[in-house]
Nanobody
Framework: QVHLVESGGGLVQTEGSLRLLCAAS????????MGWFRQAPGKEREFVAA????????YYTESVKGRFTISRDNTKNTLMLQMDSLQPEDTAVYYC???????????????????WGQGTQVTVSA
């Protein structure tokens, strides 16, 4: 199983930017695609973005298209999420996910990944 540690969360004003990082260690026993999910208070964990091992394929939930960019550096075992034009509704705990169990798409569910980080809080003030 892959061990994942997120960082980069914080408090930002509306229209601000943050860059999340996810450091991965261990061996990918399943498909090495990775993704980001988020969970707001009282809501279910939802898909944000995903990326293939090569980085050539990326997928986003509709609400973040054009504002968020997912990328990865396999030489450093790091997954990134650049978040621009942040809005209060983006406030949530953001989770890194690894080891794809299904197929990549723009409608992924948490059941699609085997390994999870502990999360990093992102708060966007109005």
């Amino acid at each position: 199983q892959v061990h994942l540690v997120e960082s980069g969360g914080g408090l930002v004003q509306t229209e601000g930017s943050l860059r999340l990082l996810c450091a991965a260690s261990g061996q990918h026993l399943n498909n090495p695609a990775m993704g980001w999910f988020r969970q707001a208070p009282g809501k279910e964990r939802e898909f944000v973005a995903a990326i293939s091992w090569s980085g050539r394929l990326t997928y986003y939930t509709e609400s973040v298209k054009g504002r968020f960019t997912i990328s990865r550096d396999n030489t450093k075992n790091t997954l990134m999420l650049q978040m621009d034009s942040l809005q209060p509704e983006d406030t949530a705990v953001y989770y890194c996910a690894a080891e794809l169990l299904t197929s990549l798409s723009d409608q992924m569910t948490p059941n699609g990944f085997n390994s999870w980080g502990q999360g990093t809080q992102v708060t966007v003030s109005a």
